[in-house]
């Protein structure tokens, strides 16, 4: 079983909502990514976590805060967004090794996010 | 700066012939490569991959080809059916993968009756 899960699959907010967007695996995976995707482009690192801890932030606003309350679940929460922020947000998970080294990244079928 | 490149944003083939889909790297720290098929509106689904101590790797289908001295790897699907039209993405990560998958651009490709 690769699967990951996301929710919601559609998400419409406006400039002043608060939202969260949530992921889930039961793969035993220790590490876990959050990605966007702009229509025609490709996807784009925002995230990492490590063992329920944040190894990696590419430089994303502050507008958006992730958080992993346990080695299954992933949130992104999202705050005070702009119109640009509208995109697909991917989650993926995958194995790390004692060394931690990364497998293959297995991804889930994403959240269309449209912000008014 | 664009350290995984595919050149060509879409490719045209006949059902039944081989589909040759081209991905190029700079990054020279890269150590394992990834290729994921994409359909609208849907998340990358893995199809196969490579690490940097070999050169072939072989599922099925699909076949790819790593050659480092020319930072070039490709994707060979022999024989090309009408589900594998998608958009194909070829994906780098560095020291183990924990600092993400860097991602290619994408290629369309089409597979004509």
């Known amino acids: 079983d690769t699967e990951v899960t996301q929710t919601p699959k559609h998400l419409v907010m406006g400039m002043t909502n608060k939202k969260s967007l949530k992921c889930e695996q039961h793969m035993g995976h220790r590490a876990m990514y959050w990605y966007k995707q702009k229509a025609k482009k490709p996807p784009e690192l925002m995230f990492v976590y490590s063992y329920e801890k944040l190894s990696i932030n590419e430089s994303v606003p502050s507008r958006f805060s992730p958080e992993c309350p346990n080695s299954s679940l992933l949130n992104l929460h999202l705050h005070a967004l702009q119109p640009e922020d509208s995109a697909l947000y991917l989650c993926?998970?995958?194995?790390?090794?004692?060394?931690?080294?990364?497998?293959?990244?297995?991804f889930g079928p994403g959240t269309r996010l449209t912000v008014l | 700066d664009q350290q995984v490149k595919q050149n060509s944003p879409s490719l045209s083939v006949q059902e039944g012939r081989i589909s040759i889909l081209n991905c190029d790297y700079t990054?020279?720290?890269?150590?394992?490569f990834l290729w994921y098929k994409k359909y609208p509106a849907e998340g990358p689904t893995f199809l196969i991959s490579i690490s940097s101590i070999k050169d072939k790797n072989e599922d099925g289908r699909f076949t790819v080809f790593l050659n480092k001295s020319a930072k070039h790897l490709s994707l060979h699907i022999v024989p090309s059916q009408p589900g594998d039209s998608a958009v194909y993405f070829c994906?780098?990560?560095?020291?183990?993968?924990?600092?993400?998958?860097?991602f290619g651009k994408g290629t369309h490709l089409i597979i004509q009756p």
């Open positions: 993926a998970s995958s194995r790390l090794t004692e060394g931690g080294l990364t497998d293959t990244q297995y």
């Open positions: 990054n020279s720290m890269f150590d394992y």
């Open positions: 994906a780098a990560s560095a020291g183990g993968g924990a600092d993400g998958l860097t």
